[in-house]
């Protein structure tokens, strides 16, 4: 039988979550809404525990695992936002977690890893397959493969973000004509779409995606599940998928209104946009959804649009580089 | 008769206020707390419109304006914050405002502070005073002077965001010992301290000020209202101002515990811990708190601290430097 994927689900895991993670509210800036010809609200999850939104799937997706699986410990691949999520949350809950990095992930991603007392197993992603590491690590010491995005608890935890924006809006009294999200693997965006189609069902949903790794806008046009050409080299190191996960694109490809694409230099502009107006620090990942805006990727003239920023761990280095860039 | 200021002038102003601002979250790092040795929870009102707390007392003052006030416009003075609380406040209205602003203030401020619509008037601060400059425009034109600090209204405003705290502290069932905010003529301070006497008494609460400008501190202490020796020169623009308040200090002396002073060097320290851990932009003199925190100025070893970040309203250029030279 199917396991349903729904508004309850992600229902069920707000309550699991209550009171355990950041509501984080919506933000606008009257200056940069002038500048653009548009409303943006922005949800930033940069200010979510462990600095991005992956805190809410590892939480929920933790929180479900039995006393015999949590004794046996856990393995995580990531990027590196599921994978400090995914570590914070095992130390609250006295897991022991191996999570295995690529080594040219950001410093500051793998230093907090350590930090929150994971192991980290580094990788090199353009000759190693992390899910490869990852299952015969779960198989010769039990422990339990805690994906970062393609698996129905992640998806909700993750959903939960949308579920406070559709209420945000509703609090608001405003009715949004589109959201804007970051999308690698897809977790995020399905969560978020299947919370919004099911409360704000006018609003359209889009997935953004840096050039070169545009896999799941190709995917929605083809409807099959696209790869991308590269596993790495893109500033936005967060949402550098090799294609969109099985379930994850189950949804999507139902709920999405369509994919855009941004190229670097419009991300670096979007980062020093979000500093000025939004005093937030947002990663290159992150703040692909403003990035369309400024390049009129999403026309946002007269229009009312939520852009989720997804993460804020972004080393002082690349930070600094990209707004001296700019 | 003295008018009353209490924590009913600070509901009164809420309730004015409501869906009107951000209600900034309360945000903590897990880490950070680790490396200090005590949990700090922070108030980033460097998310709040414009920017800065500024704007929940311009918003409440300009709320109580007459439709014959209104009409005559008004006239404000400030290194920048209150500038683009009032510039912005005043548009949403549709009053005419003119703003007396030091000409060594950030450029972002002044720019920002023009971009709401304003007519910004540059002053010398070291030989003009910009009370006499503000009375004289207020006089010649009919203009109501909107103070920045020393207003029952102003400090109302500002208070709610002190209301929030005291809310959210008591939604997470957590009682703090201590709340550390930045202290200028001690506006907001004054409308927090009043909030949270009366709805969180246990905490005690400390100005914060940077070295050389720790006029509060000294009256503390004197229990007269003491004068800095110069009227510039501070990394922190936004806290420097001559002396106490005649109406901040008579409410400051009551209710808070003492004056915390740092240097630049744990400023710039501070920006750069906000920037890592909370993914947040803060201006020099919006992060004090935290820097009282990481010098020891006020020991957080096993305590609850709340820590306002009271704006977030920088240059690029010196962000980078503060962040660079540490």
Redesign the interface.
């Given at each position: 039988m199917k396991e349903a994927f729904d508004i309850n689900t992600i229902h069920a895991a707000a309550e699991r979550l209550a009171?355990k993670i950041?509501?984080?509210?919506l933000?606008e800036s009257?200056?940069l809404n002038?500048q653009l010809g548009g409303r943006v609200l922005f949800k930033?999850e940069?200010?979510q525990?462990?600095?991005a939104f992956k805190f809410r799937g590892a939480l929920n997706k933790l929180s479900t695992l039995s006393a015999e699986q949590r004794r046996s410990g856990i393995v995580a691949f990531s990027s590196g936002n599921h994978a400090q999520g995914v570590a914070?949350t095992a130390r609250d809950l006295g897991i022991d977690v191996k999570i295995i990095m690529p080594q040219d992930a950001p410093a500051?991603k793998i230093a907090?890893t350590r930090?929150?007392g994971a192991t980290v197993i580094l990788y090199d992603r353009y000759t190693e397959s992390r899910e490869a590491i990852g299952r015969d690590l779960a198989e010769r010491e039990g422990r339990t493969l805690v994906k970062p995005y393609d698996d129905h608890d992640i998806m909700a935890g993750q959903g939960t973000a949308g579920l406070e924006i559709a209420q945000s809006l509703q609090a608001?009294g405003v009715q949004a004509d589109a959201l804007l999200c970051p999308c690698g693997g897809g977790g995020l965006i399905a969560g978020v779409s299947t919370a919004i189609k099911a409360l704000s069902p006018e609003t359209d949903v889009y997935s953004v995606e840096p050039e070169g790794f545009e896999d799941t806008q190709r995917s929605l046009i083809s409807g099959e599940r696209e790869c991308n050409a590269t596993q790495g080299g893109s500033l936005c190191d967060s949402i550098v998928t090799p294609q969109p996960g099985a379930l994850t694109f189950a949804v999507n490809r139902q709920t999405l209104s369509g994919g855009l694409v941004v190229s670097e230099a419009a991300v670096k502009r979007a980062m020093?946009e979000a500093?000025?107006h939004?005093?937030?620090?947002?990663e290159p990942g992150g703040v692909v959804g403003l990035a369309a805006l400024l390049t009129g990727e999403y026309p946002i003239q007269g229009k009312t649009v939520v852009v989720l920023l997804s993460g804020?761990?972004v080393d002082?280095a690349t930070?600094?580089a990209c707004?001296?860039e700019v």
């Open positions: 009171g950041v509501h984080t509210p933000l009257a200056l002038e930033p940069c200010l525990k462990t600095g914070a500051l907090n930090a929150y608001m020093r500093f000025i939004l005093k937030l620090v947002v804020g761990n002082m930070f600094l707004c001296h």
